[in-house]
Protein backbone atom coordinates (compact mmCIF):
# COMPACT_ATOMS: atom_id res chain seq x y z
CA UNK A 1 0.00 0.00 0.00
CA UNK A 2 1.09 3.50 -0.80
CA UNK A 3 2.63 5.57 2.39
CA UNK A 4 0.42 8.40 1.74
CA UNK A 5 -2.79 5.89 1.17
CA UNK A 6 -5.37 6.51 3.25
CA UNK A 7 -8.73 4.33 3.51
CA UNK A 8 -11.58 5.14 5.29
CA UNK A 9 -15.21 2.89 5.90
CA UNK A 10 -17.93 5.09 5.74
CA UNK A 11 -21.71 5.17 6.16
CA UNK A 12 -22.81 8.27 4.93
CA UNK A 13 -20.90 11.01 2.91
CA UNK A 14 -20.84 14.76 2.89
CA UNK A 15 -21.42 16.35 -0.05
CA UNK A 16 -18.10 17.09 -1.15
CA UNK A 17 -16.98 13.54 -0.44
CA UNK A 18 -20.32 12.45 -2.48
CA UNK A 19 -19.13 14.84 -5.96
CA UNK A 20 -15.24 12.79 -5.25
CA UNK A 21 -17.13 9.54 -5.48
CA UNK A 22 -19.48 10.10 -8.27
CA UNK A 23 -16.91 11.31 -10.18
CA UNK A 24 -14.97 7.79 -10.20
CA UNK A 25 -18.20 6.24 -10.79
CA UNK A 26 -18.95 8.17 -13.91
CA UNK A 27 -15.06 7.47 -15.10
CA UNK A 28 -16.46 3.78 -14.75
CA UNK A 29 -18.86 4.69 -16.63
CA UNK A 30 -21.46 2.73 -13.62
CA UNK A 31 -22.83 6.55 -13.58
CA UNK A 32 -25.60 7.70 -16.26
CA UNK A 33 -26.56 11.65 -16.19
CA UNK A 34 -30.04 10.81 -14.66
CA UNK A 35 -28.74 9.67 -11.58
CA UNK A 36 -29.21 11.92 -8.53
CA UNK A 37 -27.03 12.02 -5.19
CA UNK A 38 -29.76 10.88 -3.36
CA UNK A 39 -28.67 7.40 -5.29
CA UNK A 40 -25.04 6.78 -3.90
CA UNK A 41 -26.21 8.06 -0.66
CA UNK A 42 -28.77 5.05 -0.48
CA UNK A 43 -26.12 2.62 -2.11
CA UNK A 44 -23.58 3.23 0.92
CA UNK A 45 -25.95 3.28 3.37
CA UNK A 46 -27.16 0.06 2.17
CA UNK A 47 -24.04 -1.52 1.80
CA UNK A 48 -22.25 -4.18 4.59
CA UNK A 49 -19.47 -1.72 3.74
CA UNK A 50 -18.11 1.05 1.72
CA UNK A 51 -14.40 2.15 1.50
CA UNK A 52 -13.04 5.56 0.32
CA UNK A 53 -9.01 5.60 -0.15
CA UNK A 54 -7.53 9.02 -0.68
CA UNK A 55 -4.03 9.95 -1.43
CA UNK A 56 -2.82 13.34 -0.67
CA UNK A 57 -6.10 14.45 0.48
CA UNK A 58 -7.53 13.45 -2.59
CA UNK A 59 -10.24 10.51 -3.13
CA UNK A 60 -8.84 7.80 -5.93
CA UNK A 61 -10.64 4.93 -5.49
CA UNK A 62 -13.71 3.21 -3.68
CA UNK A 63 -14.99 -0.13 -3.09
CA UNK A 64 -17.62 -1.67 -1.55
CA UNK A 65 -19.21 -4.68 -0.33
CA UNK A 66 -22.80 -5.88 -0.54
CA UNK A 67 -24.01 -9.01 2.37
CA UNK A 68 -26.47 -10.77 4.81
CA UNK A 69 -24.74 -10.16 7.47
CA UNK A 70 -24.03 -13.46 8.50
CA UNK A 71 -21.92 -15.70 6.12
CA UNK A 72 -21.89 -14.53 2.62
CA UNK A 73 -20.85 -11.27 0.95
CA UNK A 74 -19.86 -9.76 -2.61
CA UNK A 75 -17.32 -7.58 -3.65
CA UNK A 76 -18.91 -4.52 -5.89
CA UNK A 77 -18.00 -1.26 -7.42
CA UNK A 78 -14.02 -1.11 -7.02
CA UNK A 79 -12.29 1.37 -8.91
CA UNK A 80 -9.52 3.70 -8.63
CA UNK A 81 -8.99 6.72 -11.25
CA UNK A 82 -7.08 5.43 -14.15
CA UNK A 83 -3.70 7.37 -14.31
CA UNK A 84 -3.54 6.03 -10.46
CA UNK A 85 -3.53 2.40 -11.02
CA UNK A 86 -0.91 -0.24 -10.94
CA UNK A 87 0.37 1.71 -7.88
CA UNK A 88 -1.30 -0.73 -4.99
CA UNK A 89 -4.57 1.33 -3.90
CA UNK A 90 -6.24 -1.40 -5.92
CA UNK A 91 -5.06 -4.17 -4.06
CA UNK A 92 -5.41 -2.30 -0.61
CA UNK A 93 -9.03 -1.57 -1.38
CA UNK A 94 -9.62 -5.36 -1.61
CA UNK A 95 -7.88 -6.34 1.40
CA UNK A 96 -9.75 -3.60 3.75
CA UNK A 97 -12.96 -4.96 2.74
CA UNK A 98 -11.67 -8.25 3.32
CA UNK A 99 -10.43 -7.78 6.60
CA UNK A 100 -13.98 -6.47 7.68
CA UNK A 101 -15.93 -9.21 6.00
CA UNK A 102 -13.54 -11.67 8.10
CA UNK A 103 -13.93 -9.35 11.37
CA UNK A 104 -17.69 -9.29 10.55
CA UNK A 105 -18.04 -13.03 10.33
CA UNK A 106 -18.36 -13.04 7.02
CA UNK A 107 -17.02 -16.66 5.46
CA UNK A 108 -18.20 -16.54 1.52
CA UNK A 109 -16.92 -13.83 -0.16
CA UNK A 110 -17.36 -13.65 -4.14
CA UNK A 111 -17.55 -10.93 -6.62
CA UNK A 112 -17.63 -10.99 -10.74
CA UNK A 113 -15.00 -9.59 -12.30
CA UNK A 114 -15.74 -7.93 -15.30
CA UNK A 115 -13.27 -5.59 -17.93
CA UNK A 116 -10.31 -8.15 -18.04
CA UNK A 117 -10.19 -7.55 -14.41
CA UNK A 118 -9.95 -11.34 -13.37
CA UNK A 119 -6.11 -11.37 -13.38
CA UNK A 120 -5.85 -8.43 -10.94
CA UNK A 121 -8.60 -10.64 -8.51
CA UNK A 122 -6.68 -13.87 -9.17
CA UNK A 123 -3.28 -12.15 -7.60
CA UNK A 124 -5.31 -11.30 -4.35
CA UNK A 125 -6.31 -14.84 -4.25
CA UNK A 126 -9.89 -14.94 -5.79
CA UNK A 127 -10.28 -18.16 -8.37
CA UNK A 128 -13.44 -18.69 -11.12
CA UNK A 129 -16.09 -20.39 -9.15
CA UNK A 130 -16.43 -23.98 -10.88
CA UNK A 131 -20.18 -25.00 -12.32
CA UNK A 132 -21.08 -21.44 -12.02
CA UNK A 133 -21.52 -18.50 -14.40
CA UNK A 134 -22.60 -14.69 -13.48
CA UNK A 135 -25.84 -14.32 -14.58
CA UNK A 136 -28.02 -11.14 -15.07
CA UNK A 137 -31.80 -10.50 -15.14
CA UNK A 138 -33.16 -9.68 -18.87
CA UNK A 139 -33.61 -5.67 -19.45
CA UNK A 140 -31.36 -4.57 -16.48
CA UNK A 141 -27.56 -3.55 -17.03
CA UNK A 142 -24.34 -3.75 -15.80
Known sequence: MP?????RFI???????????????????????????????????GSHCFVVAEQDGRL???GRAISDGASDAYIQDVAVLSPLRG??????IIRAL????KADGIKWLG???QDNSAPFYARLGFTPLK???????????V
Open 11 to 45: KTASAADLKRIITIYRAQGWWTPGDKPALLRRLIK
Open 98 to 101: QKRL
Open 131 to 141: HASPMLAKGTH
Open 111 to 113: LIA
Open 60 to 62: IGI
Open 87 to 92: AGAGSA
Open 3 to 7: ASLKL
